[in-house]
């Protein structure tokens, strides 16, 4: 199986930005389609955003959409999820997987956590 590995997270102030990013071992994660996910403390997990293999086509869940910004870079081997505007329902523990049928495909890893916190 593919080992994805996130990071990025930090503890933040209401409206600052973070960057998160999400790489691959082994495998090149150009060869798949990529999501975000995160899950709060007693909350399910829930999908952020996907970005299909060559970036062109893009979706968000409505919570994110206008805030937050999936991107790849393919050559280094990355998936980034730009986080702005970060409010305190923003806190969680954010992971990254591949994405087959609108679902995530592998076990999850450790992922990052973001704490948004005045």
């Known amino acids: 199986q593919l080992e994805l590995v996130e990071s990025g997270g930090d503890v933040v102030e209401p409206g600052a930005s973070l960057r998160l990013s999400c790489t691959a071992s082994?495998?090149?994660?150009?060869?798949?389609?990529v999501g975000w996910f995160r899950q709060a403390p007693g909350k399910e997990r829930e999908g952020l955003a996907c970005?299909?293999?060559?970036?062109?086509?893009?979706d968000y869940a409505d919570e994110v959409k206008g805030r937050f910004t999936i991107s790849r870079d393919n050559a280094k081997n990355t998936v980034y999820l730009q986080m702005n505007s970060l409010k305190p329902e923003d806190t969680a523990v954010y992971y990254c997987?591949?994405?087959?049928?609108?679902?995530?495909?592998?076990?999850w890893g450790q992922g990052t956590q973001v704490t948004v916190s005045s």
């Open positions: 997987n591949r994405v087959v049928s609108n679902s995530p495909y592998y076990a």
């Open positions: 082994m495998n090149p994660l150009s060869d798949f389609a």
């Open positions: 970005i299909s293999t060559s970036g062109d086509n893009l």
